[in-house]
């Protein structure tokens, strides 16, 4: 049996991802060409997928693999609402483990000086916000009791307070650096994130002991080699 | 020209409706030689009829009005219909009772997903037969209903709604804690329930056995070495296990933390699995205290299987491929 278990695992690209391969090292799967390849997407023979974390919980929810690691803000944002929007279930997926690395944090941000969210609020009754996270931006809103205006966007978030386009932006930072190279301050946190391991709930099933051998086995992990820190910029 | 319908919802050409009723008249089949009679009940009902059943996530989501301005829903579920049709027709009939029933029910659906807002339901409720009898034998319907459509791989879920609560309740967790609690595990979100564990300020020898419990799943041995406020549901599983001839028996996974986002479940509950479907395929469970709502107080139990999940874990399994299938039976550890 390999070191996954012969479970199916989606690893995530992009920021999480280095964190992800160190700790399937820890675990002793073989990662030389997971690191080296960054075309590949199946590597079948030990049992990762590599997606966007976006996806994840799409392949994971489908059973296209066992287990998935994507982070929180992911799951936030595509999860459900809870009891008071009944009918708005999240993603069928069982959330077994904070992997503890990809550490970030959702802020409220507007420019500096006097908030510009306020005084729109004060004035016009709503702030535009402008985010990639829209459900996470308006359940904050609504639970803060604040009407507001949700602006999705795909690329560079900053962009829009800049521009007037809105007033804040609800975004994920690490480092804080982006927000003030643009001359943007943090409001309000929203919520911190890290990296989550995941599970297809058949899979939990009728895999359980795969799945619990594998969760013994990271949390008896030392803390040094759960993944490196958090990604840079942000 | 195209005309759309709703998202959510299909027309079924011949082909598949071929197919799809050749499940509905195996199940059919199955059920009514178990002596399950089979119902209508109207799509639409009263929304202040309904209402007295809780049906937590699973609520109606559809509402019109009718000409008195009476509100009317779509139905969600059939278990609920069954009880109402049980309150007002057969109110002095002796117990126990066997309804089986094909219906489309309706559900509120998230864009974008796939989900459906109209799903075809086949399922039992047996009515007046309380734990463990009436539980083995709604298992028992069941199995044989899934052996005769031809799924081979299917596994049974079987836990208890009670029993979380009852370990919260004798844990010291307080009152205002436990919803949160509930809707972690609901969700099956093992982090949160973490989180709202240290947040409340639960003991630590506390919160490992809420942490650890849920988790639980596989053969008889995660029965063993239980604290006592679970003792009373787990010896009910036993029970229940005891009395199912063994090639159910054998479907038979234990999972502590199974709980169904519906409500008016009181004791054990169930959930079908197969390897073909990431998702499952069908479950039910006893739900004692919903008839009394509707004023006949008995004991009850049933289970719905969702008609088109049921035919995609079909044409999985012969295909040989689907979701989990690829390393099902490496990873199996039941096998």
Redesign the interface.
């Known amino acids: ?1 390999s070191a996954t ?4 695992i989606a690893v995530p690209r992009g920021a999480l991802f280095d964190g992800t391969v160190d700790l399937l090292s820890a675990l002793g799967l073989d990662t030389g060409e997971l690191r080296s390849n960054d075309r590949k997407l199946l590597f079948e023979d030990i ?1 990762v997928i590599t997606m966007r974390p976006s996806d994840v919980p799409t392949y994971v ?4 693999a ?1 287990l998935g690691v994507t982070g929180k803000d992911v799951l936030l944002e595509q999860g ?1 609402w ?2 008071s929007h ?5 993603r ?1 997926v ?5 992997l503890g690395y990809g550490r970030c944090t959702m802020v409220l941000a507007s420019k500096a000086g006097p908030d510009p969210a306020l005084e729109a609020l004060r004035r016009l009754g709503v702030m535009r916000v402008a985010t990639k996270y829209p459900r996470i931006a308006a359940r904050h809103l609504e639970e803060t009791g604040r009407q507001a205006e949700i602006v999705e966007v795909k690329g560079s978030v900053e962009l829009a307070p800049l521009t007037g386009v809105v007033e804040a932006i609800v975004d994920l930072t690490a480092t804080g650096t982006t927000l003030r190279e643009n001359n943007l301050v943090i409001r309000e946190e929203i919520v911190v994130c890290t990296a ?1 391991l995941i599970a ?11 799945i ?1 051998d594998l969760l013994a086995r990271l949390r008896a992990l030392p803390a040094e080699s759960r993944g490196r820190g958090a990604p840079e910029g942000g | 020209m195209i005309h759309p319908i709703p998202s959510g919802t299909r027309d079924v050409l011949p082909d598949e409706t071929r197919e799809v009723r050749a499940i509905t008249d195996t199940l059919r089949g199955v059920f009514e030689r178990h002596g399950y009679g089979e119902v209508y009940t109207p799509a639409l009902e009263y929304e202040s009829v309904l209402a007295r059943a809780d049906m937590a996530e699973a609520r109606p989501a559809y509402r019109v009005f009718d000409e008195s301005g009476a509100v009317l829903v779509l139905r969600s579920d059939m278990t609920v219909p069954i009880a109402r049709v049980v309150a007002s027709r057969y109110a002095t009939t002796e117990p126990p009772l066997r309804f089986c029933y094909f219906a489309h029910c309706y559900r509120g659906v998230r864009p974008q997903r796939g989900q459906p807002r109209e799903l075809l339901q086949a399922g039992i409720e047996l009515i007046g037969s309380p734990a463990p009898q009436g539980t083995a034998e709604a298992l028992g319907v069941l199995c044989h209903s899934l052996d005769a459509t031809g799924l081979k791989d299917y596994r049974i879920g079987l836990g208890d709604a009670s029993l979380f609560p009852a370990l919260m309740a004798s844990l010291g967790v307080p009152e205002s804690s436990r919803q949160g609690l509930l809707e972690a595990l609901v969700l099956r979100d093992f982090v949160g329930l973490e989180h709202t564990l240290a947040e409340a300020g639960i003991a630590a020898e506390a919160a490992e056995l809420l942490l650890e419990i849920p988790q639980r799943r596989g053969g008889q041995d995660v029965l063993t070495d239980v604290p006592a406020a679970a003792a009373e549901a787990v010896t009910g599983l036993r029970r229940v296990h005891e009395l199912l001839e063994p090639a159910v028996a054998d479907r038979v996974i234990f999972d502590l933390g199974l709980v169904r986002n519906i409500g008016y479940y009181t004791g054990a509950v169930f959930d079908v699995y197969d390897p073909a479907l990431g998702a499952p395929i069908g479950g039910g469970g006893r739900y004692d205290e919903l008839l009394g709502r509707f004023g006949r107080t008995l004991p009850a139990v049933g289970f719905a299987l969702g008609v088109d999940r049921l035919h995609i874990a079909l044409a999985g399994e012969e295909r040989g491929t689907g979701a989990l299938l690829a390393a099902a039976t490496a990873g199996d550890p039941q096998r």
Do not use: C, I
Request: proline share 8%; aromatic share 2%; net charge negative.
């Open positions: 049996m278990n012969g479970l199916t049992g929810e489908a059973g296209a066992d459900g809870g009891s009944p009918g708005e279930g999240g069928e069982y959330e077994l483990l904070d989550r297809n709930p058949v899979a939990h099933k009728l895999k359980a002991g795969p619990d």
